[in-house]
């Protein structure tokens, strides 16, 4: 069984800056992809960007977070990170962690992030 544990979320300022880890139970150099949605209240979940396994990683981002967030992974780890700057309060939300493998997807159960002055 695939787990995944987010982790980093919190309360921060417009203009503020996190970083969120999603840690897998597996080595992640040989999945397909990972990537990162977000949840805001009453809205559909929308994904944020993706990294996959292979290689160098071939990233893509959401259009409403390019130039803002980047992500990255560390295969010894098996970790993969968003760095959020210069947050809005739009990018209000639960965020996920999501890994696709053999054509499985696995998600984790997300970490808060507020951005509210």
């Known amino acids: 069984q695939v787990q995944l544990v987010e982790s980093g979320g919190g309360l921060v300022q417009p203009g503020g800056s996190l970083r969120l880890s999603c840690a897998a139970s597996?080595?992640?150099?040989?999945?397909?992809?990972m990537g990162w949605f977000r949840q805001a209240p009453g809205k559909e979940r929308e994904l944020v960007g993706t990294i996959t396994g292979s290689g160098s990683g071939i990233i893509k981002y959401a259009d409403s977070v390019k130039g803002r967030f980047t992500m990255s992974r560390e295969n010894v780890k098996n970790t993969v990170y968003l760095q959020m700057n210069s947050l809005k309060p739009e990018d209000t939300g639960v965020y996920y962690c999501q890994l696709r493998r053999w054509g499985a997807d696995y998600w984790g159960k997300g970490t808060l992030v507020t951005v509210s002055s």
């Open positions: 597996i080595s992640i150099f040989s999945i397909n992809y």
